[in-house]
């Protein structure tokens, strides 16, 4: 071996093990600081941070807008692996970028391998402003999330690896967190718009709802894309009006129906505004089905109350038992407020629970064809078991107007 092999195989050892410099942290407001590699746009972000559990649909999760003003933290440890593409986003307006402001990973993001990939998931990182950092313990972040609760905390990139600590520590440590915060009003539609397009299928793509029997007036507090879509494949045209519609603009369509779609924040800020439109909304005999924001709104319309959760529920793995028929389902799960069904009314009957903690998952007005979930039946990522919640909701409005049910355990066209 010559003096320059072994001085070429010197440095390489030495570049292997060298000290790598953080260009990205993420600080707890408790004063924790995480180092990794920054990835994704640059920048500052104070956020509250959670952590999901789903193997898959990372694009799905990064742009539901009920994880506005969160840092995701994925527990499944390759992330980025299949890439990006504009068919998978689930928020409503992309120019908004409503969804999660930061993201946590443990490994690198590799280059993409999947044949409906049109970016690497560090460049749609970039474009929609979220900041990332990896290499971390997602592991030691998740546990200490289980047993201290979501921290508030600032996300930082800077390529440089200049990071004046102090400054991050004091900014996560004031930061007002998400009690009390309603984050509806950054995430809604600005104005009323119709939707028409059905779910996704396979070497085809997104067909159109060219024919609707029925027509349903969707609230947007945060709304999830394929809501939508599992909506207008059971025969509706729907017209999306902002969170702040009151009952007058949503009864000026005459609607067959009413839905209280899924979104961000403190359900009790938001519901000062969404609760009187509900509960005048829950008066007449439209049927009203709501997910998520739309069920604790839906809860405190109806007299309940709210609370903030310890850790949350985000992932897709999640058991519920629905009490209506006896079964359970696993199911995707996105929130960190949820209802207490000890603060229910006599008139209103729990209908879903939580087979984790024992949450409440969903409720019903007797006597009224209105109910709700806490789960997102549309998955996205995420099983399709509680697909049925839809053909659930359609059968309320056609036993009103005296037609044929629908199976339940039949999946949307």
């Known amino acids: 071996m010559t003096a320059t092999s072994i001085e070429a195989g010197t440095q390489a050892k030495t570049a292997a093990w060298s000290e790598v410099k953080p260009t990205a942290l993420l600080v707890l407001a408790d004063g924790t600081v995480i180092e990794g590699k920054g990835l994704g746009a640059t920048g500052i972000c104070e956020a509250e ?11 799905e999760i990064l742009t539901d807008p009920s994880y506005a003003g969160q840092i995701v933290t994925f527990t499944f440890p390759h992330i980025g692996n299949v890439g990006a593409n504009n068919e998978d986003i689930e928020d409503l307006t992309p120019a908004k970028r409503a969804g999660a402001v930061g993201a946590v ?54 390529p440089d690896g200049k990071f004046d600590i102090p400054a991050l520590k004091a900014r996560a440590a004031s930061w007002h967190g998400l009690l009390d915060l309603d984050l509806a009003k950054d995430v809604t539609s600005g104005q009323s718009s119709v939707w028409t397009e059905k779910p996704w299928v396979w070497d085809q793509g997104f067909a159109e709802q060219s024919a609707p029997e029925f027509h349903v007036v969707a609230i947007d507090y945060g709304i999830k894309r394929n809501i939508l879509r599992l909506i207008a494949g059971l025969g509706a045209k729907i017209t999306i009006l902002p969170a702040t519609a009151t009952s007058e603009d949503v009864l000026a369509y005459n609607p067959d129906g009413i839905f209280l779609s899924n979104g961000p924040g403190d359900p009790a800020a938001t519901g000062k505004y969404a609760v009187p439109t509900i509960k005048e909304l829950i008066k007449t005999d439209i049927p009203v089905f709501g ?123």
């Open 105 to 158: 990973f443990k490994a690198d993001i590799t280059s993409p391998s999947s044949y409906r990939s049109v970016d690497h998931l560090d460049a749609w990182l970039k474009a929609r402003g979220v900041i990332a950092l990896a290499g971390v313990d997602t592991r030691a972040l998740t546990a200490l999330i289980r047993e201290k609760g979501m921290p508030n905390a600032v996300i930082a990139h800077d």
């Open 291 to 413: 997910i998520c924001l739309g069920h604790q709104m839906l809860a405190l319309a109806l007299g309940g109350d709210t609370k903030k959760m310890h850790q949350g529920h985000h992932g897709a793995n999640h058991p519920v038992r629905d009490d209506t028929t006896g079964k359970v389902e696993i199911v995707s799960m996105n929130h960190g407020f949820a209802v207490d069904a000890a603060s229910f009314p006599d008139n209103v009957e729990e209908t879903h629970v939580s087979l984790f903690d024992g949450s409440n998952c969903g409720l019903r007005l007797t006597g009224r064809p209105v109910f709700s979930v806490q789960h997102h039946p549309e998955a996205s990522p995420g099983p399709q078991d509680s697909h049925y919640l839809f053909r659930r909701f359609f059968n309320l409005i056609r036993q009103k107007k005296g037609m044929e049910l629908l199976s339940e355990r039949d999946h949307a066209a």
């Open 49 to 59: 941070v959670c952590f999901n559990t789903a193997l898959t649909g990372y694009e």
